[in-house]
């Protein structure tokens, strides 16, 4: 018995002392914000690299770095702290007692569950090294380097079963080198050596070093999010009242349209004429001349600017005039001061975080190359991006834009296919658009008002000519208002057209020349956007007429004949029309209207295996504009 208690003591005090042995993360304080950091060196970029973090040096100058998300700090305040912080995490990793003792040689399919690891002296890194933290979210690896480490090109860190950057540490007593297309995982404290990191690499992590230079060359690193980590939400949002409700204002001057331009939301000046949009273009209301609604909006607009003006900085973007190039922002308020020309791509990284908000203050005007885009990735929603522009703005053709754009004093240019996803106001100063396509974010809505939305839409009707045909739509919203279309020109009451402007249309006699595949409705209401249904197709049939080959066509020009007619088995498609190969199809009909055969016309002759029921039945040929043909064949099986 006694031997067994003792057994039983010393089995206990094993796996005490293996949980004390377990590896503990150290506290980076405030290296934790760094990307890159050395406390004694020079930092040197080439090339175009992408940067989330601070970088600096607190003995030392940062040369050749473009647009960094985060702040540049050498030689101040905060990189002193960092200094000391980075060597109190050196000290804190160096102290750990290792458990594992891996060869020099890490990877070639490795895998390294989580534990203190260390080498006695150089060590490479070749393809790929797991590391497996086996389910447990808080599992942390630590690899102690007695000498240089390197990774060769191409080599990689694999993450496992929940493991995370922000949990893996190498402590490298030497050079640091990761070459060409190296993908690293964790934080690099390097103690009196240099850091070199290679083109195309990439590093979720930081590298630190407490004494040596770095250089980089054009890589992607940026620090891990997780293990406390804060979660980025930028600042508060605006209160932007009434101006909610518009897709495009001025607060003084012309706003004008040029070509086909397509509007969700509210569109006016509270100073001078709103000319050249279509109102069939607009979902939304367009205010020709100032009114109430333009001066409510003029006062709020204000607000908005004033707000975005006064929020502090957290970080400044050093080149203007080098915005995009792929840069990958986070929730912030940032700053460029001077006039800003976005090139290429801006991602915007809401980092999972939907209500993150990014403010992209700029003190000067905006431009964009042709074809320029902002990318929302990772939960970013464009109603939580704010431009605050304190000079003329000028989108170039074809970019595709997201977020409020609130310029100050300055022109708006939004040019030939230009993509808003977002909202344009200038406090002062003419507007012009140029055939672009803006859908403003939701939100517009008042008290107790809700936007129109449509529950039921309208669906096809075939029907014989002189019978009556109604189309039905059902909506939810305030102060509901329906205007029935045929194509983009509006119907109105009178002649055989009732409930133009009702729920319900209703065409009573039907003419052949009814027949169309574009009847639409939109629903308005006291809160915008409208709402515009799909578009239905009316098919009428000469259900009376007596004779063999009997058709109705568009101009009285014959687009197909089908034959022969009777038919038994079979019958042929023959288009007279060749043009509308391929961009036209057929229909057939029984007598009570069933589709009992639908084709794309993709061939000049088509023979039809047709074994229809003996009786009368009904086709029609359309394309997108309408029905082109309609008429009436008969089956002798």
């Known amino acids: 018995m006694k031997n067994k208690l003792l057994f039983s003591i010393g089995t206990a005090a094993l796996l005490l002392c293996a949980g004390s042995l377990s590896a503990q993360a150290p506290n980076l304080g405030s290296a934790a914000g760094f990307v890159l950091f050395t406390s004694n060196g020079a930092l040197t970029n080439t090339g175009l690299s992408h940067l989330t973090g601070h970088v600096g040096s607190n003995s030392g100058s940062s040369t050749g770095f473009g647009n960094v998300n985060g702040v540049m700090n050498n030689n101040n305040g905060a990189s002193a702290l960092c200094s000391g912080d980075l060597l109190t995490a050196y000290g804190q990793l160096n102290a750990t007692i290792a458990t594992f003792f891996p060869a020099p040689l890490l990877g070639n399919g490795q895998t390294l569950n989580a534990g203190i690891y260390s080498i006695s002296g150089n060590s490479t890194m070749n393809l790929i090294l797991n590391l497996d933290a086996q389910?447990?979210?808080?599992?942390?690896?630590?690899?102690?380097i007695q000498g240089s480490f390197s990774a060769n090109a191409a080599s990689q860190?694999?993450?496992?079963?929940?493991?995370?950057?922000?949990?893996?540490?190498?402590?490298?007593?030497?050079?640091?080198?990761?070459?060409?297309g190296t993908k690293m995982k964790g934080t690099i404290v390097a103690n009196n050596a240099a850091i070199n990191i290679s083109s195309g690499a990439e590093l979720e992590g930081r590298a630190l070093s407490t004494t040596g230079a770095i250089t980089i060359n054009n890589i992607?690193?940026?620090?891990?999010?997780?293990?406390?980590?804060?979660v980025l939400t930028g600042p508060a949002a605006p209160n932007l009242a009434s101006t909610v409700c518009y897709a495009l204002f001025s607060g003084n001057g012309a706003l004008t349209n040029t070509g086909n331009t397509y509007a969700t939301g509210d569109v006016g000046t509270n100073v001078g004429l709103t000319t050249g949009f279509n109102p069939l273009n607009i979902t939304g209301t367009i205010h020709p001349i100032p009114d109430g609604s333009t001066g409510a909006c003029a006062a709020d607009l204000l607000n908005v600017y004033t707000y975005l003006n006064t929020l502090p900085m957290d970080i400044e973007l050093l080149y203007p005039v080098q915005f995009g190039n792929s840069l990958v922002l986070t929730p912030h308020t940032y700053s460029l001061n001077g006039g800003t020309i976005l090139t290429d791509t801006l991602f915007l990284d809401g980092g999972n975080n939907p209500n993150g908000v990014f403010v992209i203050a700029i003190n000067g005007a905006l431009s964009t190359s042709t074809y320029a885009q902002v990318v929302l990735t990772n939960g970013t929603q464009s109603k939580n991006v704010f431009w605050k522009i304190d000079g003329a703005v000028n989108i170039n053709n074809f970019s595709k834009f997201k977020g409020t754009i609130v310029c100050n004093n300055g022109a708006v240019s939004l040019n030939k296919g230009m993509k808003l996803d977002g909202r344009a106001f200038t406090t002062n100063g003419a507007f012009a658009t140029d055939s672009i396509n803006v859908t403003?974010?939701?939100?517009?809505?008042?008290?107790?008002?809700?936007?129109?939305?449509?529950?039921?839409?309208?669906?096809?009707?075939?029907?014989?000519?002189?019978?009556?045909?109604?189309?039905?739509?059902?909506?939810t919203g305030s102060g509901l208002t329906y205007q029935w279309r045929k194509g983009s020109t509006n119907l109105v009451n009178g002649g055989s057209v009732t409930g133009a402007t009702s729920a319900s249309l209703k065409i009573s006699p039907v003419a052949i020349a009814d027949a169309s595949a574009l009847y639409n409705v939109i629903v308005s209401g006291s809160a915008a956007p409208s709402s515009t249904s799909s578009s239905v197709s009316l098919v009428v049939n000469n259900c009376s007429t007596v004779g063999i080959e009997v058709f109705s066509a568009v101009n009285g020009n014959k687009t197909a004949s089908l034959f022969p007619n009777p038919f038994s088995n079979s019958i042929t498609l023959k288009m007279v029309d060749v043009s509308q190969v391929n961009n036209s199809e057929l229909r057939i009909y029984n007598v009570i209207g069933v589709q009992v055969l639908v084709m794309r016309i993709k061939d000049k002759s088509t023979t039809l295996e047709a074994n229809f029921p003996a009786g009368v039945y009904f086709y029609d040929i359309s394309n997108e504009t309408g029905i082109l043909q309609s008429g009436r064949i008969i089956s002798t099986k």
């Open 135 to 144: 389910t447990n979210a808080n599992a942390v690896f630590i690899i102690k």
């Open 157 to 180: 860190v694999v993450l496992l079963n929940g493991a995370k950057a922000c949990n893996v540490f190498w402590k490298v007593e030497g050079l640091v080198s990761l070459a060409a």
């Open 220 to 230: 992607l690193a940026y620090t891990p999010i997780g293990c406390g980590s804060p």
């Open 440 to 475: 403003m974010p939701v939100g517009c809505n008042t008290g107790t008002t809700t936007a129109p939305t449509i529950v039921t839409q309208p669906v096809d009707k075939t029907v014989c000519k002189d019978s009556s045909a109604v189309f039905s739509v059902v909506a």
